[in-house]
């Protein structure tokens, strides 16, 4: 089975500009989630979307948005960058069972400039 | 309060003998779930072990164990046998209630296995 995938690896982008960042989940995996990760803030949860729906919501500007469509992929918008928004982002997907263990992917490392 | 602390910022162990990275967590929910993740140099999070509140005994998986201590709320996490592979930074982390899929991160453990 195929782990979470997400595109690209790499972006460089310039302040003011905006960003789309693409997750696919694990197949049979409704809940994909993301996070943002910097040396300075750790580990921060974004959002989640389960059905196409956005189940919780981090404590991030609405600058952030995301969706889901219904094959259960995500995207995630970034709209006019900010240099701190330069980071590693992570998109974990998940089965709703007992244990509701988040599976991650490797992760796109934004640059902004 | 921070959910989840880890105190620790870099551990070195001997190869092949044991290590244990230090968890401890807050939250009055009675419903939560622990967990440790592994992320190497190239960024990606690997699951490595599960606990859940209700579970009486504590998990293993293979080399893994979780040394969950409820009334402490600790959750410990036991590497035997280390190996050069297992150099990474090692993440604790909480999910509360049953539902929810946002996870609480520690600040990481940066684990280096000497040779």
């Known amino acids: 089975k195929a782990g979470v995938t997400q595109t690209p690896r790499y972006l460089i982008k310039t302040r003011g500009q905006q960003v789309t960042l693409s997750c696919s989940p694990i197949s049979g995996h409704r809940s994909v989630s993301w996070y943002q990760q910097t040396p300075g803030q750790g580990l921060q949860f974004l959002f989640e979307?389960?059905?196409?729906?956005?189940?919780n919501k981090g404590n991030f500007p609405g600058r952030f948005s995301g969706r889901q469509f219904s094959n259960s992929r995500s995207e995630m918008n970034v709209s006019t960058l900010e240099l701190g928004d330069s980071a590693l982002y992570l998109c974990a997907s998940s089965y709703q069972g007992s244990k509701n263990i988040q599976y991650f992917g490797a992760g796109t490392r934004l640059s902004v400039l | 309060a921070q959910k989840i602390t880890q105190t620790q910022p870099g551990m070195f162990v001997q190869e092949k003998e044991a290590v244990t990275l230090d968890c401890t967590y807050d939250?009055?929910?009675?419903?939560?779930?622990l967990f440790w993740y592994k992320q190497p140099s190239s960024g990606e999070m690997i699951f490595l072990i599960y606990q859940g509140s209700y579970d009486q005994q504590n998990a293993t998986e293979g080399r893994y164990s979780l040394n969950f201590q409820k009334a402490r709320k600790s959750a410990n996490l036991v590497i035997s046998a280390s190996q050069l592979g297992d150099s990474a930074m090692y993440f604790c982390?909480?999910?509360?209630?049953?539902?929810?899929?946002?996870?609480?991160f520690g600040t990481g453990t940066r684990l280096t296995v000497i040779p």
């Open positions: 979307y389960f059905s196409e729906t956005q189940r």
């Open positions: 939250t009055s929910d009675p419903s939560y779930g």
């Open positions: 982390a909480m999910r509360e209630g049953q539902m929810a899929n946002n996870l609480f």
